[in-house]
């Protein structure tokens, strides 16, 4: 079972910092989990993945490939060998209702389900964990709070 972290936060003011939580992230996340990403634009959420996704990628030999936020098309999707990762971005979604065509949810046993902009979704589901990116005054530096698992 999952256990939720303290309000402790963690620093991701560069990119090697940003990569370095992820590959710690990576290897506690199984096929099954969702993974909501709220934060200001700019903040590092799609760095975030795309690091999470070329770790699959680099870990069974594979070309890394890039990573862009779906920003327009809603979802992207990576076979990773036995694991799919499906990365939605909800940025431009009006309405709850608008999410049931995207089928966030369904059947997820084999997925990592990643969500950018997860504000629109009132029914939080089961196996989330959500991580909270922010700026700090300056906006010099960025950091995560992760709640619904322990590093």
């Known amino acids: 079972m999952l256990t939720a972290t303290s309000s402790d936060k963690i620093d991701i003011s560069s990119e090697k910092k940003i990569e370095d939580f992820a590959y710690k992230f990576q290897k506690k996340i199984k096929p099954g989990l969702i993974i909501f990403l709220h934060g200001e634009i700019g903040v590092g959420k799609t760095t975030f993945v795309r690091h999470i996704i070329n770790g699959y990628q680099k870990e069974n030999?594979?070309?890394?490939?890039?990573?862009?936020?779906p920003t327009f098309n809603l979802c992207n999707q990576y076979q990773i060998k036995n694991i799919k990762i499906n990365h939605y971005d909800l940025f431009r979604v009006k309405s709850e209702d608008d999410l049931k065509s995207l089928d966030l949810f369904d059947d997820n046993s084999d997925t990592v389900t990643l969500v950018?902009?997860?504000?629109?979704?009132?029914?939080?589901?089961?196996?989330?964990?959500e991580l909270y990116f922010e700026y700090e005054n300056d906006h010099q530096k960025r950091s995560v709070k992760i709640k619904g698992l322990k590093l």
């Open 116 to 129: 950018e902009w997860p504000q629109i979704i009132n029914n939080k589901p089961k196996n989330l964990i």
């Open 61 to 69: 030999k594979l070309e890394l490939t890039e990573v862009t936020s």
